[in-house]
């Protein structure tokens, strides 16, 4: 069973930094791809970037690349993001999620969400 629990949401200032955590707890960790999605109020759902269980594959949302870097930890069985250079538009709650074939979760589909995490990016 994958229970995944985001983490290290906040208020930051334009050009600022952030660095959200998703835990697995768990024992299947390993075995999955996993991604961060985000959904700003009044908007869908969309795609942010996803990682495959060995980390040895990565992608991007266009609008974020060069700023977010998604890594993971197996050992620790959490999945991170790590945000800079945030701006106004990448406010939103951030939502992990974990799915055994990374071609549907690079498409938003999956088994598997937390709950998500607020982050706030003030101009």
């Known amino acids: 069973q994958v229970q995944l629990v985001e983490s290290g949401g906040g208020l930051v200032q334009a050009g600022g930094s952030l660095r959200l955590s998703c835990a697995d707890s768990?024992?299947?960790?390993?075995?999955?791809?996993m991604g961060w999605f985000r959904q700003a109020p009044g908007k869908e759902r969309e795609f942010v970037a996803t990682?495959?269980?060995?980390?040895?594959?990565?992608y991007y949302a266009d609008s974020v690349k060069g700023r977010f870097a998604i890594s993971r930890d197996n050992a620790k069985n959490t999945v991170y993001l790590q945000m800079n250079s945030l701006q106004p538009e990448d406010t939103a709650v951030y939502y992990c999620?974990?799915?055994?074939?990374?071609?549907?979760?690079?498409?938003?589909?999956?088994?598997?969400w937390g709950q998500g995490t607020q982050v706030t990016v003030s101009s």
């Open positions: 768990g024992r299947s960790f390993s075995r999955y791809a």
């Open positions: 999620a974990a799915d055994a074939a990374h071609s549907r979760l690079r498409v938003g589909v999956s088994d598997y």
């Open positions: 990682i495959s269980w060995t980390g040895g594959n990565t």
